[in-house]
């Protein structure tokens, strides 16, 4: 066969598939062209008769062929099948389910601690995940040797820049632009040079809170605030919070911050490890240092601060068992938290 004379059986089969009026047609040209003993692959298997040269015009041409007639039959049929069963849209059928989706646990604790605290009087403040060192480490008052800056925990992209390891530079950001008082808390992502397993992500978010005003505030202030939150946001079974004594370079005393079990209600169980209480956050008492470096009198002013890890509080609030699975976004966990 020539390649005319492919060309010439080519175009004789797509006129007999667009002559094709009945299923029947419709499959009868199917098979004498496309069929096992077809014409089709009769041409194809007489391949190696063909002179060389002519091998690749006739490999494309009939390759041509079979995508043409396949639509076009596959046309033909979608026609009939429409013909014989009516229109395609049936106004008889029920509607199509509309499933909204959820929120990741990681947005619902920080717009729920958001809510919470602005009832208090605190308003969002936001800083950048690419930090300063000054920012991150030297006005929050931590010494160059201090072990934090160490490349083996922090993440740095030059000498001056990093990714930020808390949400405490936003205090420095805040009280640089701002006068006293400031009331502000500020969720965000932050970064550690950490592996993932259970319970750790070297990309993970925090909350901070920073009150400062200009007559005295006290540690007795910390206490109060953070026990309605904790109240709030865990719920009635968790009525007090506690203080243990803690160092962050920043803080002045500083404490660690445990929520009084919101399953057991403080009587001990699995989750709070019979303890009655869980760690939740980091806070004390701005250090007057840390006034200095944003060019407020330490005598004029009393603030506190605190800390707290958004994914430690929804896995405790939600029951979660393991980090990961705040991140992978799989349906069938967000439906669960919903
Ligand atoms: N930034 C501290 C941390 O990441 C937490 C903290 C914040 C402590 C504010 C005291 C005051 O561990």
């Known amino acids: 066969m020539t390649i005319a004379e492919l060309i010439a059986k080519k175009d004789e089969a797509l006129q007999e598939a667009a002559a094709a009026q009945t299923p029947e047609e419709v499959e009868q040209v199917r098979i004498k062209y496309l069929g096992r003993n077809g014409l089709l692959p009769a041409i194809v298997k007489g391949f190696k008769d063909v002179p060389k040269e002519d091998r690749p015009a006739f490999g494309k041409i009939t390759n041509q062929w079979r995508q043409e007639l396949e639509a076009a039959l596959a046309g033909k049929k979608a026609d009939g099948d429409t013909a014989a069963t009516g229109p395609a849209f049936d106004p008889s059928l029920p509607g199509r389910w509309f499933v909204p989706g959820s929120k990741n646990p990681i947005s619902r604790v920080m717009e729920e601690t958001a809510a919470i605290f602005s009832r208090l009087g605190f308003s969002v403040a936001d800083g950048p995940d690419i930090e300063t060192k000054f920012n991150n480490f030297t006005a929050l008052n931590t010494p160059a040797h201090h072990p934090s800056m160490d490349p083996t925990d922090t993440l740095w992209l030059t000498d ?61 202030d910390l206490k109060s605030t953070l026990t309605y939150y904790a109240q709030e946001m865990m719920g009635p079974r968790c009525k007090a919070i506690r203080f243990r004594p803690h160092f962050f370079p920043f803080t002045e005393p500083s404490v660690e911050v445990d929520f009084q079990c919101h ?23 701005v250090d007057p240092r840390v006034y200095r470096f944003v060019g407020y009198d330490p005598d004029q002013v009393w603030g506190f601060a605190f800390g707290m890890g958004v994914e430690r509080i929804a896995m405790i609030k939600y029951g979660i068992p393991d980090i990961r699975w705040l991140y992978e976004n799989d349906v069938r966990f967000l439906d669960q938290v919903k």
């Open 160 to 220: 001056e820049l990093l990714l930020r390891t808390q949400t405490s530079p936003v205090q420095i950001r805040t009280m640089t632009a701002n006068k006293p008082p400031v009331r502000i808390i500020t969720p965000g992502r932050t970064y550690r040079r950490d592996t993932t397993d259970a319970t750790h992500s070297a990309n993970f978010h925090q909350i901070e809170g920073l009150y400062v005003d200009v007559k005295p505030v006290s540690l007795a």
């Open 263 to 285: 399953v057991c209600g403080g009587k001990g169980c699995r989750v709070c490890k019979n303890s009655g209480w869980i760690e939740v956050a980091g806070a004390g008492l």
